[in-house]
């Protein structure tokens, strides 16, 4: 298994059209496009603000105000991760004719997933960067150097888990449903 993944790199062109087919395929067919990859995190943070700030306003403490921004920093990573788990837990069964018939890595296709819903989380980044700067709280710059690190560290795990995920959804269909209320539960 190893040998396989250490072998992907020969297959990095591969993957890299791959992923621009799936981010193109999410939105084919509507009115805007890939603005969706900006306007999705925008309203996400904009619902979470009029959540926190009118609906039920304090809920949390002081210290962690504006607290929808709080929550949005920590959505960003948790969807990715989620959306990589769920897309690529099923990739397997969905790109099934392609692996049937073309001597072709099955690997791909997880690490495709987490590949297409990575960039989507690097998308939503300038939307929180953007109120971070209008609420002015910015982290403090020795933590930014570790924000590759923490990428890096969830790309690995996500598709690590992406990987087991999608082999075992072959034998066990029912393990789809059963994650997607896992990430649920996880996320509370």
């Known amino acids: ?31 805007l496009g890939f603005l969706w990859s900006f306007i999705n995190p925008l ?8 959540v926190f700030a009118v609906v039920i306003p304090g809920l949390h403490t002081k210290d962690i105000e504006p607290y929808a921004l709080f929550m949005f920093c920590g959505i960003l990573p948790w969807t990715w991760f989620s959306s990589s788990l769920l897309e690529g837990s099923g990739s397997l069964i969905a790109g ?16 495709t997933s987490v590949l297409a819903n990575m960039v989507h989380f690097f998308l939503g980044l300038p939307i929180l960067v953007a ?8 982290p403090d710059p020795l933590d930014l150097l570790w924000f590759p690190v923490v990428v890096a560290v969830q790309l690995v795990f996500s598709m690590a888990l992406a990987l087991i995920f999608s082999a075992l ?8 449903d059963i994650l ?3 990430l649920t539960l996880w996320f509370f």
């Open 1 to 31: 298994m190893f040998a396989n993944l250490a072998n992907l790199i020969r297959y990095r062109g591969l993957i890299q059209s791959l992923v621009a087919r799936e981010l193109k395929a999410r939105y084919r067919g509507s009115a």
């Open 180 to 182: 997607s209320n896992v």
């Open 131 to 138: 109120f971070l700067i209008y609420f002015r709280r910015w």
């Open 169 to 176: 959804m072959v034998h066990f269909r029912d393990l789809r």
């Open 43 to 50: 309203l996400l943070l904009s619902i979470y603000s009029f």
């Open 96 to 111: 099934g004719n392609l692996i049937k018939k073309v001597l072709f890595p099955a690997e791909i296709l997880p690490i």
